[in-house]
């Protein structure tokens, strides 16, 4: 990749109008396999803290050999009155110049990656004969969580719920459920994740919206949580009941917070995580066994934002 003259710098409305064009979950397998080889470099993201408990931000790095380039994004958390402020750019660099390629806000791509990384996981870990997909949290991540799993497995039933399910206008039920027949909209949590076999957990809480597995049989359970302090999506004391699964072992278990809690207070420990993503693409990890719950751990990856980041500025390019 070579630096032109002047970068380009993309806001939203750009990268919404050259997003369609991304393969994103087949971008993000080869990334995961240049991990597994060792020509990719993944550091652990960083958390920086601003003063008087004005909130935080993440560093993702990357480094990406075989694309010859490397980055950072840059993710703040600023929490006001009306909601918590979460913004994300990305700066692509080149490997062989050290020059600035393309600047981008990586909001859209940070939801395409992260609902392309569970999508990647649920397809190496669920059951082939897995039928009843359920989605809890209705945002833009969990829609694209939707988009993402939609042609994974033939589902029979895709159930949708949210906390504020009962408050959402009907004009919002009627485009939920037009993306696609098989869904149904939910209002309760036992009743949608009843039975699941895959349970995608989308939302941006700070507290467990899972406490208890769901009931019926063994089940898939992906989380993504947010970047608010100590933001987890499932109550630590069940991680010893599940298989457990990451993106990446090297960065998550010191980044997730319910792994954290589980090894400070629930006698679990992270040698017992199965596999990543690296090592599923590689297939150098067993397995889940059909007979107990799984759990997918996803923190977000610097080199997914460099993988998607780069594959755009190709696109800028044409």
């Excluded at 504020?164 to 039920?173: D, G, K, S, V, W």
């Excluded at 049989?217 to 630590?236: D, F, Q």
Aim: proline share 8%.
């Amino acid at each position: 990749m070579t630096p032109s003259s002047s970068i380009p710098i993309l806001h939203a409305d750009a990268v919404r109008a050259l997003l369609p064009r991304l393969d994103t979950q087949n971008i993000l397998r080869a990334m995961f396999r240049d991990l597994a080889q060792q020509t990719a470099v993944q550091p652990p993201q960083t958390l920086a803290l601003f003063p008087s408990n004005g909130g935080d931000f993440i560093s993702y790095l990357g480094v990406l050999a075989s694309q010859s380039v490397f980055g950072v994004k840059l993710s703040p958390y600023v929490p006001r009155p009306q909601g918590p402020l979460v913004t994300a750019w990305s700066l692509l660099m080149s490997m062989a110049t050290g020059q600035p390629l393309m600047l981008c806000e990586a909001g859209l791509l940070t939801v395409e990656r992260t609902a392309a990384t569970t999508a990647i996981a649920v397809d190496a870990l669920a059951p082939a004969n897995a039928r009843i997909l359920c989605v809890v949290g209705l945002g833009a991540l969990g829609q694209a969580h939707v988009r993402h799993a939609l042609a994974l497995r033939e589902w029979r039933e895709i159930r949708l719920h949210a906390p504020n399910l009962a408050q959402l206008p009907e004009a919002t039920r009627d485009s939920l459920r037009a993306m696609d027949p098989r869904i149904q909209l939910v209002e309760s949590l036992p009743a949608a994740t009843q039975d699941a076999d895959v349970l995608m957990l989308c939302t941006s809480s700070s507290s467990p919206v899972l406490s208890t597995l769901p009931g019926g049989k063994p089940c898939l359970v992906t989380s993504i949580s947010t970047n608010g302090p100590s933001a987890h999506e499932i109550a630590p004391s069940l991680l010893p009941q599940l298989q457990v699964y990451c993106d990446y072992r090297a960065t998550t278990p010191d980044s997730a917070s319910e792994m954290k809690i589980a090894c400070a207070e629930h006698g679990w420990n992270t040698g017992a995580i199965m596999g990543d993503l690296p090592e599923l693409m590689a297939g150098t990890c067993p397995l889940p066994q059909s007979s107990q719950s799984v759990f997918f751990r996803s923190i977000g990856l610097g080199l997914e934002d460099i993988a998607v980041a780069a594959a755009l500025y190709e696109l800028t390019l044409q």
